[in-house]
């Protein structure tokens, strides 16, 4: 028995157990999400696609494969879905490389304004292939001005739009971009790994029949394995006219699935595409919902804390499960590390991030992100955030302060108790 890696993962279990997780893009799934991703159907290679596999023995990954297709695109109102990309920022390398050429001019939410390493920043594959470009908020506001996009549209001419973001707690307006989009003849992609689980039950905008192509990672607030996904509302004809051998017109599903595989991957995790088949079921639940709604009054009753408390929250509130607040507003002298440090000494786990037009840098940050998704599936309401943003703010407020750090930590740690996680 490999003694090491079992207790490291019993001690990771116990800090998941025992703290306060208020990371944005995580979450709790299922022990029959686990389940599945410990299972045998990590053994199976199985490139390539149900009933069109480049190995035998793939009749039973190749159910599993469908039934996660067919179960996403139900919960969805999807003609196409695509549940091999292992990552968000996989699906969306596989996207560019479908439909755009190296060069080409691409148009997404600036990094630093809430947007995505995967939507053309200069580190990213995405940034070094594709000639980027970006819109962001405004600052008085903190929210997206769709004229100036249109402008910025017009100005670069991109042959490809991403809406979506990382840390932006306002819904969005896909309905407008796809008249941008159509007004420079760009494809128009949403990215809807945060609140993917939230559009899943019907709280916020729908991208499918606005979108060309919709990309989501599975484990946000989506709360299934970690992964990534790529749908369609409708499939359609390729811009470009290639065609087959046969002179047959090629679809973007297909051009999509090969952008995944071969494009840029090999294998197929089936164990991990068996989470999210798992993941996409729990989605289609009625209480599902109720947790969904659960997320966003909760986020919103933390946000009401916080500000009373002094805090200046990006856009003013949030209309979905995350919320980025500029430290500024309250401090001088604290930035986004300190506060990442100060709360993780009281067992309180968030992130520090950029704010629009920050005056530090990306490792130091003005601001922290937080989100409800995760405490809420441990079964948190809106008294128990209203708690957390109580603490959030002591520990911000006492960072030097090791005892006061101390006491909040034994205050957090005895609150987790009544929130069990994995308990069997
Ligand atoms: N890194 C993820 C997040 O924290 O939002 C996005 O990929």
Known sequence: MDTQIRELIIEELERQRHGVELIASENFTSQEVLNAMGSCLTNKYAEGYPGKRYYGGCEVVDKVEQLAIDRLCELFTAEYANVQPHSGAQANAAIFLS???????????DLSHGGHL????????????????FYGVEEETGTIDMNKV?????????????????AYSRDWDYK????????????????????????AAGLLNDPIPHCHIVSSTTHKT???????????GKDFENP??????????????????????????????EHVIAGKAVAFKEALSSSFKVYANQVVSNAQAMANQLVSKGYKIISGGTDNHLMLIDLRGKFTDVTGKDAENALIKADITINKNMVPFDSRSALLTSGIRIG????TTRGCNEEDFIQMAVWVDEAISNGGNDQKLKSIKVEVNKFMERFPLYPS
């Open 372 to 375: 409800t998704a995760a405490m």
């Open 150 to 166: 249109l402008i910025k549209a017009l100005e670069v001419r991109p042959k490809l739009i991403i809406c979506g973001a990382s």
């Open 176 to 199: 407008r971009f796809r008249e941008i989009a159509e007004e420079v003849g760009a494809l128009l992609l949403a990215d809807i790994a945060h609140p993917a689980g939230l559009i």
């Open 99 to 109: 439909v755009l050429q190296p060069g080409d001019a691409i148009l997404g939410f």
């Open 118 to 133: 995967s939507h053309g920043s200069p580190v990213n594959y995405s940034g070094k292939v594709y000639k980027a470009h």
């Open 222 to 232: 989506l709360r299934g394995p970690r992964g990534g996904i790529i749908m369609m």
């Open 240 to 269: 470009w006219g290639r065609t087959t051998k046969k002179g047959d017109n090629i679809m973007m599903s297909s051009i999509l699935n090969s952008g995944v595989f071969p494009g840029i991957q090999g294998g197929p995790l």
